[in-house]
């Protein structure tokens, strides 16, 4: 279980960073931002040895937060009819 929400924190982190490149604007509305890609970092390249205790943290405390404004951003930059 713990490799699968560390895996699902990797894409969220990946999909930020690329957002950050793209629309650095758009990325900034989003809470820590540069905190979600460097644990990507951190667990893509094993910079650490991953701590469990941080990585349920940030599964249970921060990503809940994370969703109420990453669903408004995807309303807000639909294209239009969708």
């Known amino acids: ?3 699968a929400t560390e ?12 957002l950050r490149q793209a629309a650095p604007e758009i990325a900034e ?10 644990m ?3 667990l893509i ?3 650490l040895v991953v701590n469990p205790r941080i990585v349920y ?3 249970t405390e921060q990503v809940p ?3 109420p ?3 408004t951003l995807l309303i807000e930059l639909a294209p239009p009819g969708s």
């Open 45 to 47: 390249h094993g910079y």
């Open 57 to 59: 943290r940030a599964a």
């Open 69 to 71: 404004v990453l669903e």
């Open 7 to 18: 895996r699902q924190l990797e894409l969220v982190g990946e999909a930020l960073g690329k």
């Open 29 to 38: 509305r989003v809470p820590n931002v540069h905190k979600v890609i460097g």
């Open 1 to 3: 279980m713990a490799w």
């Open 65 to 67: 937060e994370l969703i």
């Open 40 to 42: 990507r970092n951190v």
